[in-house]
Structures are given as C-alpha cells and as structure tokens.
C-alpha cells in the first residue's frame, strides 16, 4: 500500500499535507520511529502515513482523507499500551494535542488526548486540587480513562473514569462532537470502558478532587518473608477491610543497579502498597495484621503530598522491552496465595519482574448514578498483573529471551486461572493474554451495547 499512498498517489499526500496545520509523514520517513515510539519497544509500528494533528480540525481532515483513500486508520496516543503492531494505512498520532486547562471554580480540567497524568497533577496542584489517576502518573490520560482506569485510591475513589464529565472526539464523515451524561449517553458510557473503534478522541472534561488528607507509602520485606507476607495478606483481605482502604501486593525481581538501596537491588522482595484518604487507617500508619506479617527491610507508610501519588507503587517510567498479561479473579484465598507461591515466589528461577495482586471493591463497584459505562472488571473482587524481564528484541522464536518470557508470564496466568472467570480488563492486558480474556472483561450486555453504539456511529466495536 505505501507504493500506492506515497508513490502512485503522491498528489493525494501533498493535497493533505496542504490542509493539515500539523505534520504529515509517509511512512518511509526516518522520523517515523521516534513519532510513534512505544513504551515497550516490542510494539513497533509501520503505517503507510502518519498525520501529527494539532488540532482537532487535523484529526478530521485526516479520517475523510483515509475515508476517500478506503485506507484504514488507527490513533496513537502515548504509547504506552500493549497493543499489536500497526503495518500499512494511517496512524493518527494525538500527541501534539497536550494542553491542560483547569477552573478553580468548577474544579474541571480540560485535558487534550496527548496529555499525561504528571500535566494534569502539576495544573491541580496549585489550586489544592488533583486527579483521580492511575498508580503511573507518566502515561497518558485519554488512553487509561478509555479502558476505565484502576488507581492506588481505586476503592475510595472509584475508577478514573468516573470523574470524566465529557468526551471531546472527532468522528469519520461526522466532524468534531462532545459527549456526556445528557448529548449521546449511549456513546459516552461505550467510551468509558469500551474503547470502540468510533472516532477519535481528542480531549476530555475531568473533575478534579479536594486534596483531602492522603495516608500512603509502601514497605519491602525479604525474599525469605515473602510466602508469610503473601498468606498473611491473604488472611487480612478476609477480614472487614475498610472500603476506603486501597492495597495491593506484588512480589518484585529488581534489577541490580546503583540507583536501588542495597536491601533492594538485584534482591527478590514483597512490596506491600497502601493508600487511605482522610482517616480510614485510624491511628495505625499499616493495619495491626499487616504489620505482623514480618518485619519490612525498607519502606513505610504516612501523610504524603498528591503530588507524589506516583510513589505509592513506583512503576517503571523508562520504556523497556517486555511481556505483559493480567486477570480478574473472583477470590484471593489461601489456595490461591499458595498456587502464587509456587509459581513466583523466591524459589523460582523466572524472567519475571512484578507478580501483582490489586485489592479491587469498594467504590469501584458502582458506576456514577449519571451514566451506564462499560468499564470492565467493576464486579472484580482482585486483578493480577504480572510483567517480564526487559529483554533484547532479537532473536525471536522457540527458546529466545522473548519466548521465555511470555511463557513464563503465562505460566503465572494459568496457574491462578481457576480463580478467574477467566476474563481481564483491558488496562491490564499484554501480549500474554487470550482474545477470549480480554473479551470476557465486558459482560455479554456491554459486549451487545458496544456493537450496537459502533454500528450506529459508523465505526465498529472489535469482537
């Protein structure tokens, strides 16, 4: 196609580069590379052209341009989603669309798709105000709130999404339109959750929340701790946890590097996450059980600034190549911390880098009053995340680092599989993952709903 495109249609592209304001690449472009860079570099993506718009007027002129071509089109926000490689058609990359404005007032950020949550916090701050974002402050906003977004304040706070109050998007043949509770709610709730392949979204209306107090931390126990922290984490979950207390748990294999306490790098560990607002946690900094588990090599737990959310979990902020897949389970039991065990604990010689339990519930049950949405993953009791080792891109195939890594990813999978329905949602989906899991995230209702809305909006809701 790219003969076509750029070769035997080059009056076609010189047409649309005279109306776009932005830039517009052919897909032989050495720049193209660095554009449409992912954070992992697994995903690598090689269209025919590449329209950066700087507006939405350029999203638009882009579709029709696809549209009169019968070229496809995919959009490209950030990056950092897992997601298959893009070959041949045109690439509309967002990026370009990062402004951040917010109203003291109204307590409403307008926030354009090629923003990140660090923007958003950074334009709150000032005003005693924040987002509710995800536990990754350095990935972009439009992407996590489409998939519905499970934060470190998940079960106080309900999902990212639910602060979402409108939809700004460019639609095929149909022009730029805003969304919301009351102007298409059937198209509004498919984007929050579903990420039908309708349009492109070009910003979003956001209310922000009252920097209320925020107790939070994290604290490291020993690899030798690490089957006692992970049963006796499973032993508090059964108890009465506070539904505004939000923990989850992962056992980490970090890498060896001078930029780790000593207790930490190159070591196995546990790395137990809390997040309270206000006084949920009482007088206890961590809650009497969990405190018993062992005694932490490092960490702890107290008043921290919003600002600073991003510390709770301290994901990863460089790109790097790995393997990716998540679940939703239904229950977290002693079988199920035991199976865990087993398959990630320190005895285990794995290409493995983080084995996560999220504890899901709370306020991320209900979807506000004002929209039916189509998050997935609402009724979970716990979601599982695990990620690889990085690793070179070469070589690929039967016995290479990548081959190793997906299946050990898989392994985990599988091995906590039987408390799973299977099913996942999609901001905690990777190569390792079935169709069928990712599918299985949204109800055969929401599945029913979003092929329904994509058909009527002249898109389509991929099955």
């Not at 967002?94 to 334009?123: E, F, K, N, Y």
């Not at 959310?309 to 389970?329: C, K, S, Y």
């Not at 398959?343 to 983080?354: D, E, F, I, K, S």
């Not at 999220?358 to 949405?373: E, S």
């Amino acid at each position: 196609m790219i003969d076509r495109l750029v070769g035997g249609d080059r009056p076609g592209l010189d047409r649309l580069r005279r109306r776009i304001r932005g830039t517009v690449l052919d897909g032989n472009d050495p720049r193209v590379p660095g554009v449409l860079a992912a954070f992992n570099p697994t995903v690598a993506h090689r269209p025919d052209v590449v329209v950066q718009a700087s507006n939405a007027a350029d999203v638009l002129i882009a579709l029709d341009w696809a549209r009169d071509h019968d070229v496809p089109w995919l959009v490209h926000g950030t990056g950092h989603a897992e997601i298959d490689s893009v070959r041949g058609g045109l690439v509309v990359t967002t990026a370009g669309l990062g402004s951040v404005t917010v109203d003291p007032a109204t307590r409403i950020a307008r926030v354009g798709a090629g923003a990140r949550w660090r923007a958003v916090m950074d334009a709150a701050d000032p005003h005693g105000l924040a987002p509710v974002c995800g536990s990754a402050p350095d990935v972009g906003v439009v992407g996590l709130l489409l998939g519905g977004g499970f934060g470190p304040l998940a079960r106080s706070l309900g999902a990212c999404s639910d602060r979402v109050r409108a939809v700004h998007l460019v639609l095929p043949g149909g022009g730029p339109l805003t969304v919301d509770a009351d102007h298409r709610p059937d198209l509004f709730g498919a984007l929050l959750g579903g990420r039908p392949d309708i349009g492109v979204v070009t910003g979003v209306d956001l209310a922000l929340v009252a920097q209320e107090p925020l107790r939070a931390g994290g604290l490291y126990f020993a690899a030798a701790d690490i089957p006692a922290v992970v049963d006796g984490y499973q032993r508090w979950l059964q108890g009465d946890v506070p539904s505004d207390l939000t923990t989850s748990l992962a056992v980490l294999r970090l890498p060896d590097l001078p930029t780790l306490p000593p207790v930490l790098a190159g070591r196995t560990v546990a790395h137990l996450r809390v997040a309270a607002t206000g006084a949920t946690v009482g007088d206890e900094e961590v809650p009497a059980a969990l405190r018993r588990m062992a005694r932490p090599v490092l960490g702890g737990v107290g008043p921290l600034p919003w600002a600073r959310i991003g510390e709770i979990h301290n994901d990863p902020i460089t790109p790097r190549v790995h393997v990716g897949g998540g679940l939703l389970l239904d229950a977290f039991t002693a079988d199920t911390a035991h199976a865990l065990v087993e398959v990630a604990g320190p005895q285990v010689p794995t290409p493995l880098t983080l084995v996560e339990i999220r504890h899901l519930g709370g306020a991320l049950v209900d979807a506000p009053d004002d929209r039916a949405d189509c998050v997935p993953g609402r009724d979970a009791a716990f979601g599982l995340w695990v990620s690889s080792h990085p690793f070179p891109l070469d070589p690929v195939g039967p016995g290479s680092p990548r081959a190793a890594a997906s299946g050990a990813v898989r392994g985990v999978l599988d091995a906590l599989s039987p408390w799973s329905p299977p099913a996942a949602t999609i901001n905690f989906t990777g190569s390792a993952n079935t169709r069928h899991e990712v599918l299985a995230g949204w109800s055969p209702t929401a599945r029913r709903h979003l092929k329904a809305v994509g058909a009527a909006s002249g898109g389509r809701w991929r099955e």
